[in-house]
């Protein structure tokens, strides 16, 4: 019990405790300040590491592992008690005659071996008992292909590529006339564009988090070439921008993942060098602070989340390319670090699919071609990706859909393009060899 209450993060804690008392999602919602969606998600995930496919399997377990205790009465409360039962009424007497004691015996014992023959009958536990122990399932990567889908309404690159609710949302980049304002919608079921409310600032080498049903996009580039510390943050309901409390400092090329409803964003360039510290923001108080620095400066790096940290991959400083991953648990507040030999990473992009599966779009330099990378996060090899025909464009976005991997506008030379390229992964739950006890 004590490693699997370590494998839930404090937010899912927190949430299995409400679904033990009984809230919805929308209730659990309105309770955490977070958006329904995010309650789903936790909710996978704690079905997941506790091995339950229900709330009511969910809430037994927590409550069996003492992680929650139901509320009894409180003192002096009212308890309604059972009716009291009938007084009994006396039957006759029969008299029955003696039967011998080892009749008794032989009956009893014949009742045992009945019921005995009838469970095993009816189970499968004889079969379960000598059967090697299985493990795990994992997801295993069979078919993969690219498909080009209709192009953005505007080219960009170095832009930011958000998924949410289903669709992929397009902001800001380097278009034909300079720095661009433009957000746009991609529907991948009807394979179209929708261009919707531009951002107030237009900013490129930029990223933005979802966080409650908001688009978060601290900073970026500015029209004229300098980092900005505005934060504005995209109403999906509303289509409509607003304001969040400014970063420290103008940043952009930063990494940014919203973990545990919170936003963090990790280095960055701030016009003069790379910066190597943590900033948090927690929407509720509308507040940035520094929680953490980085074991080296960086930026052009990318994050995403893990079960309870996040992972930080690559990205450039006054040294050069950093061929790197680092672990950051917020929590703990201390970092791990794994160098890379064979991956060469430098400016990243990266996404998880399938839970078991990381693609980091890489570009070690000028000189090299992007390469795409496949991650297992539970083997831990780290191979090449098959690419598109044509090549990865310089500052295309990647993001992700499902099980499916997007590459987004880019740079063919000083032109920004359009292109839109769809990565078609086909993933398949196979045990692997099974262990005998």
């Not at 704690?46 to 009894?72: D, P, Q, Y």
């Not at 940014?256 to 509720?284: H, I, M, N, S």
Request: net charge negative; charged share 15%.
């Amino acid at each position: 019990m004590i490693a699997e209450s370590q494998a839930l993060s404090e937010r899912e804690m927190e949430v299995l405790r409400l679904v033990a008392q009984g809230l919805t999602n929308d209730q659990i919602a309105r309770e955490l300040v977070i958006s329904t969606n995010t309650v789903k998600v936790h909710l996978r995930n704690i079905f997941a590491k506790l091995g339950v496919a229900s709330r009511t399997e969910a809430s037994l377990h927590a409550v069996r592992a003492g992680w929650v205790i139901l509320e009894a009465p409180a003192a002096g409360e009212p308890v309604e008690k059972p009716p009291e039962p009938p007084p009994p009424v006396e039957a006759p007497a029969v008299t029955r005659p003696a039967v011998p004691r080892w009749t008794r015996w032989l009956v009893g014992a014949s009742v045992v071996i009945l019921l005995l023959a009838l469970g095993i009958s009816l189970t499968d536990w004889p079969q379960r008992l000598f059967a090697p122990t299985a493990v795990p399932a994992s997801p295993t990567l069979i078919v993969v292909s690219w498909a080009e889908r209709a192009p953005m309404l505007s080219p960009r690159g170095n832009l930011a590529a958000v998924p949410f609710q289903g669709a992929l949302y397009a902001i800001g980049g380097d278009g034909p006339d300079g720095v661009s304002a433009a957000i746009e919608r991609w529907d991948p079921v009807s394979d179209t564009w929708t261009a919707l409310a531009a951002k107030p600032t237009a900013v490129a080498d930029v990223q933005g988090v979802v966080v409650g049903g908001h688009i978060y996009v601290p900073g970026g580039r500015d029209a004229q070439g300098k980092p900005t510390q505005q934060v504005e943050v995209y109403l999906v309901e509303r289509n409509q921008w607003t304001t969040a409390a400014p970063l420290f400092r103008p940043l952009s090329a930063y990494a940014l993942v919203a973990f545990e409803g919170k936003v963090y964003l990790l280095g960055g360039w701030d016009g003069t060098q790379y910066r190597d510290e943590v900033l948090r923001y927690t929407p509720e108080d509308d507040r940035w602070e520094v929680v953490g620095k980085l074991l080296y400066p960086c930026g052009f790096a990318s994050a995403v989340p893990a079960s309870n940290h996040i992972v930080l991959l690559g990205g450039l400083n006054a040294e050069g390319p950093l061929n790197v991953v680092l672990e950051y648990y917020p929590t703990l507040t201390t970092m791990v670090t794994e160098p890379l030999t064979d991956t060469l990473l430098g400016r990243t992009q990266a996404i998880v699919l399938a839970e078991s599966y990381l693609y980091v779009l890489a570009n070690p330099g000028e000189s090299a071609d992007a390469q795409l990378w496949k991650h297992n996060l539970a083997t831990k090899p780290w191979q090449p990706a098959v690419p598109p025909n044509d090549g990865i464009p310089q500052g295309a976005a990647l993001s992700g859909l499902g099980t499916n991997l997007y590459l987004l506008g880019g740079m063919r030379g000083p032109d920004p393009v359009a292109q839109v390229l769809e990565y078609q992964a086909i993933y398949v739950t196979e045990p692997l060899p099974a262990v005998k006890p």
